[in-house]
C-alpha cells in the first residue's frame, strides 16, 4: 500500500519512508536530503538493499561519506578551490581534499545540513520534498541560495529525484546525489554488474581527479559501454586513466537527454536500474577507495558505483557553465526505475 511516514531518530533529524503498491519501500533522511535505502522484495518475501547503506541512520553524520546525499554547492571538484567571479572578484573555496581541491561542496556541503521537509500522497504515488536556505558564504560561497529537493515513487517502481534553486546573487551551482548501487544486494561488489551507457565521449582526468582537454571517444577502449558489459572488463583494462584512478572515475557526456542514459543490471541480469536524466552527463565512479574502514567498514573496494547526474566538470569553461544568476532558476531531475 501506498504510505509515507517519519521517525525522529536525533534532534532536528528524521528518517522517512516511502512505500509503494508493490512493497518497494524508500528510506530517506532529512540529514543532507540523503537517499538511505532502496528495498526491494524478493521472491521469498524478504527485502534487498540495492543501494550502499550506513548501519544506521545515525552515522551519516558521524563521518563525511557522501553516501546517497545531496551534494553541493558544486559537485565534484574545482581545481585549487579558486573562481573568479565576472572576470573580476576571486574567490577562495575550501581545499578540503589534501589541501589541493574543492571537492563536493566543502566540508560544510548540503550532505551535512538539516533539511526541512513534507510528506504528500495519493493512491498511486508519495513524496518527500526538503527545503534548505545555503546562507551565502557557506564555505565561501556567495550569494543566498535556496534549495528544493523532492524524492517521488511511483507504482512503476520509478523513483524521481529533483532539485531546484534560486539565488540572489551571482554563485555557483551544479548539485547532484552521490547514491552508490549494488544490485546484487549488500557485500558484494558490481564487478560483474553489467553497464550500459548511452555516451560516445567521456573527460579523462589528471593526478589531481580533475577533467582536461576536451572529450574523447569511447570506440574501441574500455570506456565503451554502448553496449552492455561487466564493469570488470573496464577495471581490469590496462589503461592509464584506469590505472591511475584505481577504478572509473570520469565523467560521460550523455548522447540525449532524457533518453535512458544508464541501464544497470544485476550479474544474473534478474534485476535492472533504468536512469534518465535532464543533465548532460554523469560522472561513473565505481567506490575505488572503500577498505572496509571507518563508518563503511562494511564496503571494500568496488561494493558499489555511483551515477552521479551533474553538469560536466569539463576544464574548458567549466565554472561558467555553473554559474547561476539572481534571474534564473537551477533545475536537474533524474529518475530510477528498477525491474527485479
Known amino acids: 500500500m501506498i504510505k509515507t511516514s517519519k521517525v525522529q531518530y536525533s534532534k532536528n533529524q528524521y528518517e522517512i519512508t516511502l512505500q509503494n503498491n508493490n512493497g518497494?519501500?524508500?528510506?530517506?533522511?532529512?540529514?543532507?536530503?540523503?537517499?538511505?535505502?532502496?528495498?526491494?522484495?524478493?521472491?521469498?518475501?524478504?527485502?534487498?538493499d540495492l543501494i550502499l547503506s550506513l548501519d544506521k541512520p545515525e552515522d551519516y553524520s558521524k563521518e563525511q561519506n557522501f553516501l546517497g546525499g545531496t551534494i553541493g554547492r558544486v559537485i565534484?571538484?574545482?581545481?585549487?578551490?579558486?573562481?573568479?567571479?565576472?572576470?573580476?572578484?576571486?574567490?577562495?573555496?575550501?581545499?578540503?581534499?589534501?589541501?589541493?581541491?574543492?571537492?563536493?561542496?566543502?566540508?560544510?556541503?548540503?550532505?551535512t545540513r538539516n533539511f526541512k521537509f513534507e510528506l504528500k500522497q495519493s493512491a498511486t504515488k508519495c513524496s518527500a520534498s526538503f527545503y534548505y536556505l545555503d546562507k551565502a558564504f557557506?564555505?565561501?560561497?556567495?550569494?543566498?541560495l535556496n534549495i528544493k529537493v523532492k524524492y517521488l515513487l511511483n507504482d512503476q517502481d520509478?523513483?524521481?529525484?529533483?532539485?531546484?534553486?534560486f539565488t540572489d546573487e551571482t554563485t555557483l551551482c551544479n548539485i547532484g546525489n552521490h547514491v552508490y548501487f549494488c544490485l546484487d544486494g549488500p557485500k558484494t561488489t558490481v564487478e560483474n554488474n553489467f553497464l550500459k551507457i548511452n555516451a560516445?565521449?567521456?573527460?579523462?582526468?589528471?593526478?589531481?581527479?580533475?577533467?582536461?582537454?576536451k572529450p574523447k571517444k569511447v570506440l574501441n577502449n574500455c570506456f565503451d559501454f554502448r553496449k552492455a558489459k561487466t564493469i570488470k572488463q573496464a577495471l581490469d583494462s590496462s589503461d592509464y586513466q584506469i590505472k591511475n584512478e584505481n577504478g572509473l572515475n570520469h565523467p560521460f557526456i550523455l548522447n540525449q537527454k532524457l533518453a535512458p542514459a544508464i541501464k544497470l543490471y544485476s550479474?544474473?541480469?534478474?534485476?535492472?536500474?533504468?536512469?534518465?536524466?535532464?543533465?548532460?552527463?554523469?560522472?561513473?565512479?565505481?567506490?575505488?577507495?572503500?577498505?572496509?574502514?571507518?563508518?563503511?567498514h562494511n564496503f571494500k573496494k568496488y561494493a558499489g558505483i555511483a551515477l552521479e547526474t551533474q553538469i560536466?566538470?569539463?576544464?574548458?569553461?567549466?565554472?561558467?557553465?555553473?554559474?547561476?544568476?539572481?534571474?534564473?532558476?537551477?533545475l536537474t531531475k533524474t529518475s530510477w526505475s528498477f525491474k527485479y
Open 158 to 165: 520509478t523513483l524521481f529525484y529533483s532539485v531546484s534553486a
Open 312 to 330: 560536466p566538470p569539463s576544464a574548458e569553461n567549466h565554472l561558467q557553465s555553473i554559474t547561476l544568476e539572481p534571474n534564473e532558476l537551477y
Open 267 to 296: 550479474s544474473n541480469k534478474k534485476r535492472s536500474m533504468t536512469l534518465r536524466t535532464t543533465a548532460p552527463s554523469i560522472v561513473v565512479y565505481t567506490g575505488n577507495h572503500f577498505n572496509c574502514t571507518g563508518i563503511t
Open 200 to 213: 560516445d565521449k567521456y573527460l579523462q582526468l589528471d593526478k589531481n581527479h580533475i577533467p582536461f582537454g
Open 76 to 111: 565534484g571538484r574545482i581545481k585549487s578551490g579558486i573562481w573568479q567571479k565576472n572576470s573580476s572578484k576571486t574567490y577562495h573555496l575550501e581545499l578540503n581534499e589534501n589541501n589541493i581541491t574543492h571537492s563536493h561542496g566543502g566540508t560544510k556541503g548540503l550532505d
Open 24 to 48: 518497494m519501500i524508500v528510506k530517506l533522511l532529512n540529514y543532507g536530503a540523503t537517499l538511505e535505502k532502496i528495498l526491494v522484495p524478493t521472491e521469498n518475501g524478504e527485502l534487498v
Open 138 to 144: 557557506t564555505n565561501n560561497y556567495p550569494g543566498n
